[in-house]
């Protein structure tokens, strides 16, 4: 039973524009979660995280909103640039039960477009 | 600092033998986790060491066993391979469990059983 959930499996933008990423998780026992970028051959490599007791979180390009009554987080990057093209993961976790457990969603597949 | 490695890159298999992957964590970090990733499933945690001491387990049978060295170096082991166990094999290293750790992950072991 996937808990963290990317339904959209890829996504194309424009060089320049918005990126939106989206998931959605069902546990409610969540409460930290991350983004994850994967380029093809090499492991994911961290890139935005949030703790379920902020809303919003952002690092230069990079915004993560968290909608806690939505079970909804979402990853913005703006703009995105062409080196941005990869696979996004988003992930969560539980304190409680093992911080370093972390449920990854399917990722979505971002290709920017110069 | 060196990143996390992980050997072999590639492996090759034959349903019913057994494997073992190995894993080089960050240097001062004492966390290993192991994940699974397969393109339906995404990644799926396997378990977590900590001071050589298994201290979370995902949802993985038996046949799926890992080990933590003083050094901190893992294996992974899998036994009586079957064809499912076809896929990328993930390592990440932390510091420790505190949220806000961030997990470093190698760049996989790509398993195929035939």
């Known amino acids: 039973d996937q808990q963290v959930k990317q339904n959209s499996p890829s996504l194309s933008v424009q060089e320049g524009r918005i990126s939106i990423l989206n998931c959605d998780y069902t546990?409610?026992?969540?409460?930290?979660f991350l983004w994850y970028k994967k380029y093809p051959a090499e492991g994911p490599t961290f890139l935005i995280s949030?703790?379920?007791?902020?809303d919003k979180n952002e690092d230069g390009r990079f915004t993560v909103f968290l909608n806690k009554s939505a079970k909804h987080l979402s990853l913005h990057i703006v703009p995105s640039q062409p080196g941005d093209s990869a696979v996004y993961f988003c992930a969560a976790s539980d304190s409680q039960t093992g911080a370093n457990n972390l449920f990854f969603g399917t990722g979505t597949r971002l290709t920017v477009i110069p | 600092k060196a990143g996390v490695t992980q050997t072999p890159r590639y492996l090759i298999k034959t349903r019913g033998q057994q494997v073992t992957l190995s894993c080089s964590p960050i240097?001062?970090?004492?966390?290993v986790s192991w994940y699974q990733q397969t393109p339906g499933q995404g990644l799926q945690f396997l378990f977590e060491?900590?001071?050589?001491?298994?201290?979370n387990k995902g949802n993985f049978p038996g046949r799926f066993s890992g080990r933590q060295f003083s050094n901190s170096r893992s294996e992974m082991n899998v036994s009586t391979l079957e064809l499912g166990d076809s896929a990328l094999y993930l390592c990440?290293?932390?510091?420790?469990?505190?949220?806000?750790?961030?997990?470093?992950f190698g760049p996989g072991t790509r398993l195929t059983v035939l």
């Open positions: 949030i703790s379920s007791i902020k």
């Open positions: 060491y900590f001071s050589e001491t298994q201290r």
């Open positions: 546990n409610s026992m969540f409460d930290y």
């Open positions: 990440a290293s932390s510091v420790a469990t505190r949220q806000g750790d961030e997990q470093f």
């Open positions: 240097s001062g970090h004492r966390s």
